[in-house]
């Protein structure tokens, strides 16, 4: 039998951790790629994504670069924890022309609690960001989902500049509701 050393150990816990992250990007970029209805779209990713830390919701903003404004097409989750429009605004504006591929901020940055992160999207036809899907998360957003957001950095996302999609958002009635039974 053969033990492994603790930088054995450690080197084997990050490979399974990025080849996990890298699998998970693919299944999220498919999700937004194939799926043509964006309310199935962010089902899906939800669908995808762990269940601890816990999230809490998802959204697909339609961004406007030149006007710099946005507009959510679609939600996932509880309402409690979608950011109010002007703080997921102003977010946005502030970091979207940073070098990174994600956007990274606390709660307490758009007004709410827990961990947010914001991913550029593309229509089909264009280079430009076109949208965000904007992620919150219970306390922090997992390396694994991280790694694989990087993945889905500028994705083309079918029908991101059409008509609004029916909120699947949760009140926070609901959200009360499952913090007692749970």
């Known amino acids: 039998a053969s033990t492994l050393s ?3 150990d450690s080197d084997l816990v990050l490979r399974l951790e990025r080849w996990r992250g890298e699998r998970l990007g693919r299944r999220l970029r498919r999700a937004l790629e194939e799926t043509p209805d964006l309310g199935a779209s962010i089902e899906r990713v939800a669908s995808l994504l ?3 830390p816990a999230l809490r919701w998802a959204g697909i903003v339609r961004w406007d670069e030149r006007g710099l404004q946005g507009a959510l097409r679609g ?3 509880w309402r409690a924890a ?3 429009q002007t703080a997921l605004t102003s977010w946005l504006v ?3 022309d940073l070098p990174h591929d994600l956007l990274l901020c606390s709660g307490a940055e758009v007004g709410k609690e827990g961990a947010y992160v914001a991913v550029p999207l593309r229509a089909p036809d264009g280079e430009a960001t076109a949208g965000f899907l904007v992620l919150a998360f219970g306390s922090c957003v997992p ?3 991280e790694m694989a957001l990087h993945d889905c950095a500028g994705v083309a996302v079918p029908r991101l500049t059409t008509t609004p999609v029916p909120s699947r958002a949760a009140p926070a009635s609901a959200l009360t ?4 039974t749970s």
């Open 177 to 180: 509701a499952l913090r007692r």
């Open 143 to 145: 390396k694994r989902v």
């Open 82 to 84: 979608r950011p109010g």
């Open 50 to 52: 762990p269940r601890r």
């Open 75 to 77: 939600e996932w989750g």
């Open 94 to 96: 502030r970091d979207a």
């Open 6 to 8: 603790p930088r054995g």
